[in-house]
């Protein structure tokens, strides 16, 4: 796991290894280990600098998604809560298995469509429906 994150961070993980359960298992083992608002930061930026090392490009509707980022974060920080105490490899498998196959679940909080917002790709959108923490 700490392979993992170290080869997301410097921009050395395979493309094809950077899937939705990557974003979680990575977010996971942040908050666990850092607290939400840190977390946060650190996705911010290792995901962008993740998405140039790999040839993408951070833009308007492309790359990093500011609101995606904070509600998973959020979302994460919420389910640590929830079953604490527990190990960081532990908690990071479970994050991943709670969350891996909701990808509609901004739905619950959002009434429009989060992911092609370019508003909320730039800057962190409110959930419109309920709070996220």
């Known amino acids: 796991m700490d392979a993992f994150v170290a080869a997301f961070e410097s921009g050395t993980l395979p493309k094809e290894r950077w899937t939705h359960g990557a974003h979680l ?30 040839g993408g490009k951070n833009t308007e509707t492309s790359g990093y998604h500011e609101t995606i980022t904070v509600a998973w974060i959020k979302l994460i920080g919420r389910l640590l809560r929830d079953v604490q105490p527990i190990a960081r490899a532990e908690f990071a498998a479970l994050a991943v298995e709670h969350f891996v196959r909701q990808g509609d679940i901004f ?7 989060v992911a092609k917002s370019i508003e909320a790709r730039q800057d962190w959108v409110q959930p419109t429906l309920q709070p996220l923490d």
């Open 25 to 54: 298992l990575t977010g996971a083992c942040y908050v666990h280990a850092l607290g939400v608002s840190e977390a946060t930061n650190r996705m911010r930026l290792h995901v962008r600098r993740y998405n140039e090392a790999v």
């Open 107 to 113: 739905r619950r909080y959002y009434d429009f469509d």
